[in-house]
């Protein structure tokens, strides 16, 4: 069974920074994509940034450079997918999740979104 964990979520001052890890046990060669969404209160979750197993990560608009995805990859070991975010604002308040889309079903069937608990991240003075 797929698992994600989430780490690193917190309340920051605007203009700070918080590092978000997410240690999944799937399967690097069953992966079709790893990334970040938020949702806050009343609004609905939307991506931030994704980055696919053969392609250039991508990012939403309201990232201004401010936010970096990274991936780890090891061989039989825990994948790890993390969001650096920067130049934190106070309308980056939300419960952040990690994401997978996940051939779960074989290469013949599109893949399966996994999500993570969530983790919340507070950004006020």
């Known amino acids: 069974q797929v698992q994600l964990v989430e780490s690193g979520g917190g309340s920051v001052q605007p203009g700070g920074s918080l590092k978000l890890s997410c240690a999944t046990t799937?399967?690097?060669?069953?992966?079709?994509?790893m990334g970040w969404y938020r949702q806050a209160p009343g609004k609905e979750r939307e991506l931030i940034a994704d980055?696919?197993?053969?392609?250039?990560?991508?990012?939403?608009g309201f990232t201004e450079g401010r936010f970096i995805i990274s991936t780890i990859s090891r061989d039989n070991d825990k994948n790890m997918v993390s969001l650096q975010m920067n130049s934190l604002k106070p309308e980056d308040t939300a419960v952040y999740y990690c994401?997978?889309?996940?051939?779960?079903?074989?290469?013949?069937?599109?893949?399966?979104?996994?999500w993570g608990q969530g983790t919340q991240v507070t950004v006020s003075s």
């Open positions: 799937a399967d690097i060669f069953s992966i079709y994509a």
């Open positions: 980055v696919t197993t053969s392609d250039l990560p991508r990012y939403a």
């Open positions: 994401n997978i889309q996940y051939y779960s079903n074989g290469f013949q069937s599109p893949p399966v979104d996994y």
